[in-house]
């Protein structure tokens, strides 16, 4: 039942049906405080006669909580909002944050201005933060209202608790396995040089090539196709004997796979190619993609899990990653 016209029953309504304070409804329904069983036999009896709903996200704001989990996303152009990652990103922290009656918001952070955060601070409909594409620069500049409301996908600190993919270990195993077929001509398409995270599997890469004697051929890139398009283009030019290459994202694998066929090279039989990230649209190329896993949604759930709970997390909390051998290399 709702009140006239079909309002939805308030809190008002129901302390003036059953004859008591707001306040005293109030603790009542939220199960804090002091009240008379008389008093709670009435306000108990009026939400069952209107049909109260209580609103959890007016409940949140009225105790400090929030009503809020924002994705702020770094990224020099609004254009990363687009990206599938974010979006998987949001997605999984939804699952988490639904049921508890928080929202999930994106939020862009323009790369370079170290005051983008300052939006958030202060806005008590924020519960949490969760950075993504988190660099050394972004964390000093978090304000100090939100310390113990932020979480870095990414790289953390000693104040902000980091929830990555293991990508060292996961390019690692796509190298390993690159030699293990037989390429010795390998080179790598890396990612942005601004973003921490992804100079990790560029310190694998030269590690390994170290290792094995093998000359390091690496080329810029930016997680995107169409610079992997470009890059295959360039390694054969400078490097017409290579064998194998190495992008950090499955989108810049499958551009240089497209830019090796532009060029008339064969795939695998005269260029081997991997990806990192294991896309759902990897294993349904022609050839299928050889990638690692990099479980986006678990780690976006422990993300928002841990600024829902309130507990403090682990420093730098990694989730493993995994070679995914298939046809293209």
Known sequence: MTTA???????EDVARVAGVSRSTASRVIAGTGFASPAARELVTAAVDQLGYVPNPAAR??????????????????????????????????????????????????????????????????VCGVILV?????????????????????????????????????????????????????IAMVTGPRWLPCAQRPVQTYRRLMAEAGLPERILPGDFRAPRGRTAAGEALRRWPDIDAIYAISDDTALGV???????????????????????PLAGMTAPAL???SHPVGRI???????????RPAAPVTLFPSALVARASA
């Open 257 to 279: 796979i497209a830019g090796l066929r532009d060029a008339g090279a064969r795939v695998p039989g005269d260029v081997a190619v991997a990806g990192f990230d294991d896309i």
């Open 5 to 11: 016209a079909h309002r939805p029953a308030t809190l």
């Open 290 to 292: 050889t990638t690692a």
């Open 133 to 185: 594409n988190t660099t050394e620069e972004l964390l000093e500049a978090v304000p100090r209202s939100l310390s113990g409301r932020v979480v870095s996908i990414g790289v953390g600190s000693a104040t902000v608790p980091s929830f990555d993919v293991d990508n060292a270990a996961g390019s690692e195993a796509v190298l390993r396995h690159l030699y293990a077929s037989g390429r010795r001509r």
């Open 60 to 125: 949140a704001l009225v105790r400090g909580g929030g009503v809020r989990l924002v994705v702020a996303v770094l990224g020099t152009s609004a254009a990363v909002l687009d990206d599938p990652y974010v979006h998987q990103v949001v997605g999984s922290a939804a699952r988490v944050c639904t049921p508890a009656g928080v929202g999930v918001a994106l939020h862009w952070l323009p790369f370079g201005d170290p005051r983008s955060l300052d939006q958030l601070d202060g806005d008590r409909s």
């Open 300 to 310: 976006a759930v422990a993300a928002a899990t841990a600024l829902l709970d309130g």
